[in-house]
């Protein structure tokens, strides 16, 4: 045998491993895409139906929201009648409660003054168009000085 026919031989026997490493790999990567493609199948199988499943639980959110945006409506409907009812009962009856409340204020002070000025001796009311006015004081609230 001649150097060159060792050389063919060598180069022909690593040709023959490589071949073999390649067919090998192609092997592995059939498999390998055989399993991703089921793998791809599965999830389809699975993904339409959840895909179902979530539209119409979408469907039923909106249809609630839905129902929620008509009670927000007539809640705000029935707010604003009370409201109304509210500031309509406060000025009917608030300035008539307001004079009766100021009118027995205005008696209890009145009975209360000549409480004190009975116990007093020499010192009686100044009475003006029915009207009882107690004695000037200093520490009274209107004559107070503000500081």
Do not use: C
């Amino acid at each position: 045998m001649s150097g060159g026919e060792v050389a063919g031989l060598i180069v022909a026997v690593f040709w023959a491993i490589l071949v073999s490493f390649l067919a090998v790999a192609l092997v592995r990567l059939s498999q390998t895409l055989r399993k991703t493609t089921e793998l791809v199948a599965s999830v389809t199988e699975q993904a339409v139906p959840l895909l179902g499943e979530a539209t119409s639980a979408l469907r039923s959110a909106h249809t609630q929201l839905d129902r929620v945006d008509t009670i927000t409506a007539d809640v705000a409907e029935v707010t604003a009648n009370a409201s109304a009812l509210s500031s309509t009962v406060a000025s009917t009856f608030g300035g008539p409660l307001v004079k009766v409340a100021a009118f027995g204020y205005g008696v209890r002070r009145a009975v209360g003054l000549q409480a004190k000025g009975a116990g007093k001796a020499g010192k009686t009311p100044t009475v003006v168009a029915g009207k009882v006015l107690p004695a000037a004081r200093r520490g009274s609230r209107r004559n107070r000085s503000k500081g």
